[in-house]
């Protein structure tokens, strides 16, 4: 069992544990859900993830995670790629989905503030950076979430935008699994 | 007329989200309020309907930080309704998993949260570029909390494997094996780290506080025990009800807690540590000692120091009964009966108090949880106030800097009690 709820983990060859497929494979891909089950808009890094979870190849590893910054720092230590997926509080409208390069540019903190934990998601990517710990590659996918307050579900303009971040994190995978061109 | 206003709108480095709102008028304090929002409430509704044995794996969602203590005060409420009594090697298996977020909750406080206000830095990801070796202990201090509760919980985080009268699957000797390695590392760190924090610069700054934990025949208090205080309290956890007052206040969402005649009292490591000094081993007071403390602390920011002191108690004890164990039966057997269930437990942050009515049917009739923010909210405040009032002579960053840390101070969890911590301190004359 893995730290934080992983959903689903193939793996090449019975035995190997999740950190020994990013050492394996090149194309090997870690995917975190981030998100709160019941701060409604919250949870939206989660639905995704649930979105993703039958339609993920081999070599991809999905997590559900709650966000605890540390520890979502460790989780993506060892990894060469990873995309992260979680809700953001921008200003912008309900659903809006923003791509962020993590790993060359510092995540605006301000909007990834939603995280009931002391070190936020953004915090954890700094962190990794100051540690030198982040994976080579690192996208986040942000989704506008308008109500954080205690409860379920998510508000219908972010539950409708969970499909298209899907479509989009499928597609970041087979970017990285290609290469570049 | 002097004014001051002190305003932060966002409190980093607690966990979750919150307010504070000082108001000075003529350079004395005139008002001082914890505004929080609390999920146990929706989770007390939530519980409604569903049965006895879900509760503990739904109050563990309440918080990431410290899921074990909401497990804990679950399956001893229950196991209370129920009238039996988890003993042995089960009973040391939940001490362990205890110890486990014990380390991983005060390793992350120590090092990320609370050490960065000592030295100067804004946050932990400043003082990991200067200090990385520092963090990088720290870090690994916290892996190792993290990795009892994984391997004994089933995962770190809403561990799975605990259910009321044991857990579903109990660790081999072999498998705990690991872990002692890793521990008599974290141990010698803890030492280290107690010896750290030792050194940092402290306010001078001691409260009379009404301190309030748990107290054990022979044991430092994780489970069981009854709930004492410094003023004479002694009573059983069922009584608690009769005993502390929740009360609603206009500025906050999360009811405030009152020792029934005495008001405002204190819950956490400094209560722990100071109400059972002599239930430490000599090794860990002798620690205690060399940093400087005597067996009563009152000045709250030497927390950190106290905090350091409970990791390194938490893996000796991890050690001792991992050296001592054998694998017991999964699950002490158990028939649901209609009643009421009390379970207190000592989580990080404090006494963690939990009440459920069950049915006939195992189904949860009523719910009641008080997490040890709630229950340090007037306590904060009075600091706050005190503080500020003493002083009032600093420059407004620095002070609001302090008040801050004055909040820290409590590792307040606000994820278990609050929503976004906004600190105004308004002086307008």
């Keep these: 069992m893995d730290d934080c709820g992983i959903v689903s983990r193939t793996s090449p060859k019975p035995g190997l544990v999740a950190r020994d497929l990013c050492v394996m494979a090149n194309q090997a891909v870690l995917v975190i859900g981030v998100g709160t089950r019941y701060r409604k808009d919250d949870a939206a890094g ?76 953004a915090d954890a990517i700094e962190l990794g950076r100051a540690l030198e710990r982040l994976p080579q590659h690192l996208v986040v996918f942000g989704i506008e979430g308008g109500d954080f307050g205690a409860g379920m579900p998510l508000s219908p303009e972010v539950e409708s935008s969970v499909p298209e971040v899907v479509r989009r994190v499928l597609e970041e995978i087979r970017t990285i699994q290609e290469g570049p061109q | 007329m002097k004014a001051k206003v002190l305003k932060v709108d966002y409190l980093a480095r607690v966990e979750g989200e919150g307010g504070l709102y000082v108001k000075i008028r003529n350079n004395s304090v005139s008002e001082v309020k914890l505004n929080i929002f609390e999920p146990p409430r929706f989770f007390e509704a939530f519980l409604r309907g569903r049965r006895f044995d879900e509760a503990p794996d739904i109050t563990a969602r309440i918080c990431g930080i410290c899921p074990v203590a909401y497990q804990m005060s679950a399956v001893h409420a229950m196991e209370d309704a129920f009238g039996i009594k988890v003993a042995g090697q089960l009973r040391s298996l939940r001490r362990l998993i205890y110890c486990g977020e014990w380390i991983e909750s005060h390793a992350l406080h120590v090092y990320m949260l609370h050490a960065p206000d000592f030295l100067g830095f804004p946050d932990a990801i400043q003082m990991a570029r200067d200090h990385a070796d520092v963090v990088q202990r720290g870090l690994r201090l916290k892996k190792a909390g993290n990795e009892i509760v994984r391997l004994v919980g089933g995962r770190e985080i809403h561990p799975i494997n605990v259910r009321v009268g044991g857990f579903y699957k109990v660790p081999t000797q072999r498998e705990l094996a690991p872990l002692a390695e890793q521990l008599k590392w974290a141990r010698d760190a803890a030492l280290e780290t107690v010896r750290w924090v030792a050194r940092l610069p402290f306010p001078e700054f001691t409260q009379d506080y009404l301190f309030v934990a748990l107290r054990h025949p022979e044991e430092y208090p994780f489970n069981e025990g009854r709930l004492v205080s410094n003023r004479g309290l002694d009573i059983a956890i069922a009584d608690y009800d009769s005993y502390f007052l929740e009360e609603h206040v206009q500025h906050s969402n999360a ?119 709630s229950q340090n909210q007037k306590a904060i405040e009075l600091d706050i106030a005190d503080f500020v009032r003493k002083y009032l002579a600093l420059p407004s960053d620095e002070l609001q800097w302090k008040c801050e840390q004055a909040i820290r101070n409590y590792d307040p969890c606000i994820s278990c009690a609050t929503h976004f911590l906004k600190l105004e301190l308004d002086n307008e004359g």
């Design chain 1, 46 to 121: 989660l639905t995704v993830a649930e979105g993703l979870r039958t339609r993920l190849s081999a070599e991809v590893t999905l997590v559900e995670h709650e966000g605890e910054g540390v520890a979502l720092m460790e989780r993506l230590q060892g990894w060469q790629a990873a995309i992260l997926i979680d809700a953001m509080s921008s200003g912008a409208r309900r659903g809006t989905i923003r791509r962020f390069e993590a790993k060359t540019h510092p995540l605006p903190a301000a909007i990834f503030r939603h995280s009931s934990h002391a070190l936020s998601v």
């Design chain 2, 255 to 373: 009811l405030h807690s009152t020792l029934k005649n005495a008001g405002a009292y204190f819950v956490g490591p400094l209560a722990r540590y100071s109400l059972n000094f002599d239930r430490l081993p000599p090794s860990v007071q002798q620690a205690a000692k060399e940093a400087g403390l005597d067996s009563v602390c009152r000045n709250p920011f030497q927390s950190i120091i106290v905090r350091s002191l409970e990791i390194l108690y938490a893996c000796e004890e991890a050690l001792r009964i991992i050296e001592q164990y054998e694998p017991p039966p999964a699950k002490a057997e158990l028939q649901p009966r209609a009643g009421t269930g009390y379970g207190c437990t000592e989580a990080p942050r404090g006494i963690l108090y939990h009440r459920y009515k069950v049915g006939e049917d195992g189904a949860i009739l009523d719910a009641k949880i008080v997490p040890p923010t």
